[in-house]
């Protein structure tokens, strides 16, 4: 499991969400099966925090988790806007090579950042992303109106993914199978056996292939 970096400011917001709920450090150690003294140090900011320590908290406390990571765990849902948004006015500017750039950095971002938070999930999806990304802005293929659909709607599956990770629902496993399945056949990844590729319709009808080819 990933671990949230030591910082005054994590430990201010424990310490904050507890006195509001009522709690004593006492009581929110038995709560988490540990001693008040590692309370205490997470409160001062002088012990890193597990993310699943810190799920526990945010259940306990009644809050949600990226009330506790601030700023770092706001940024996943900035970044995964800013694709979506960038995503649309690649659609507009297929050849724009600054915006497949920076469409690729911020997933790249958003990977680093839940591996550290150990949101492997997100890390794993965000990857395939990442995949095809690279290839279009290294002109190995071309941004055709069917993977800027298929990217569309895998950045929709991340938020949904990145709530799973705060503690909301997840999504459904077979959605985020198909979106893979579309993600690996446009980048030319050979299909999954459980022929979710095929449903895809990329991989298997010529029409669809021929639109995200190769440029060689």
Excluded: W
Aim: charged share 20%; with cysteine.
């Amino acid at each position: 499991n990933g671990r949230v970096p030591v910082s005054a400011g994590l430990g201010n917001r424990i310490r904050t969400a507890r006195r509001d709920a009522g709690m004593s450090q006492g009581q929110l150690a038995t709560a988490l099966n540990t001693t008040q003294s590692a309370i205490s140090l997470y409160e001062a900011g002088q012990r890193s925090v597990g993310i699943d320590i810190l799920l526990s908290v945010a259940r306990i406390l009644n809050r949600p988790l990226h009330y506790f990571l601030g700023e770092d765990g706001d940024m996943l849902y900035v970044k995964d806007s800013e694709i979506a948004d960038l995503i649309a006015e690649l659609e507009q500017h297929p050849e724009d090579l600054d915006l497949l750039n920076r469409i690729f950095r911020a997933a790249h971002s958003i990977k680093g950042n839940s591996g550290m938070f150990g949101f492997t999930a997100v890390g794993q999806f965000t990857h395939k992303m990442e995949t095809l990304l690279d290839q279009l802005r290294n002109g190995q293929l071309s941004v055709t109106p069917v993977i800027a659909d298929i990217l569309l709607r895998s950045t929709d599956c991340l938020k949904l993914l990145i709530d799973a990770a705060h503690g909301g629902s997840a999504p459904d496993d077979s959605t985020i199978t198909h979106l893979e399945s579309e993600l690996a056949a446009a980048s030319g990844e050979a299909p999954k056996t459980d022929g979710s590729a095929a449903k895809s319709g990329l991989g298997s009808d010529p029409a669809s292939a021929g639109q995200a080819q190769r440029r060689f």
